[in-house]
């Protein structure tokens, strides 16, 4: 006797179930990929480090006595620095002494051989001198120049010796001090009064001061008598 066929549905829904048991285990034997998390950003620098040493391993150091021992470190070294030359200071200085040179050799050349280097312009006799040593004119006026620098003295003694010689006087004083006050005791003033009085038109004749007067501290100088009218 034939069995008869199961009917299509079932057998295709039997199919079916079959299928469906067949793909369960497969499906739970492959689960689903996972993405790998990123590394830990200590583990990054960890790594990096690592291949930096890698890298330099081969390499040493320079010491510091090669330090200056190539070309090149020449170049690298700091230059000293200069010292600022003083170009103007130094001219200034020349023109100084050169000035003072000459006024040296003038002056001494004009100047008297005692030991109080008296002046007479000339024309002048000796008596003229010896009288003015004696005291035989009055001291008319005076100027003293103590605490002045060199600039303002020269200054102040041609504004003395106008105004002397536009009042008719004929004897005044100079008092230019003994240097006692100065850089190293040196009296500056002492010879530069006497350069200024030999180059004066209007001055005759200078000594040095009496002690009473301010001995060598000061001068007499003697002038020209003004032209009448």
Not at 46 to 68: C, I, M, N, S, W
Not at 138 to 161: N, P, S
Not at 162 to 174: L, T
Request: hydrophobic letters at 40%; aromatic letters at 4%.
């Amino acid at each position: 006797m034939k069995r008869s066929a199961p009917p299509a549905g079932r057998l295709k829904s039997l199919a079916e179930l079959k299928s469906v048991r067949i793909a369960r285990p497969q499906a739970a034997a492959t689960p689903p990929r996972r993405e790998a998390p990123a590394p830990a950003p200590t583990e990054a620098r960890t790594d990096a480090a690592a291949e930096f040493q890698q890298a330099v391993r081969d390499v040493k150091p320079l010491g510091r006595t090669h330090a200056g021992a190539g070309s090149g470190a020449r170049h690298l070294a700091a230059a000293p620095h200069a010292r600022p030359h003083p170009v103007q200071r130094e001219r200034d200085n020349r023109a100084v002494l050169d000035e003072s040179l000459t006024e040296r050799i003038g002056v001494e050349s004009l100047l008297e051989t005692d030991e109080s280097l008296s002046y007479r312009a000339d024309g002048i006799g000796a008596d003229t001198l010896r009288k003015l040593r004696r005291g035989f004119w009055v001291v008319q006026a005076e100027l003293d120049l103590h605490g002045h620098r060199v600039e303002e003295a020269h200054h102040a003694l041609g504004a003395f010796l106008r105004e002397a010689v536009h009042h008719g006087q004929r004897c005044v004083r100079i008092v230019h001090g003994k240097g006692r006050g100065s850089r190293d005791g040196v009296p500056v003033l002492k010879g530069k009064v006497r350069s200024w009085l030999v180059r004066r038109s209007e001055v005759i004749a200078f000594c040095q001061a009496r002690p009473a007067d301010g001995g060598a501290g000061a001068l007499l100088v003697l002038l020209k008598p003004s032209s009448p009218g």
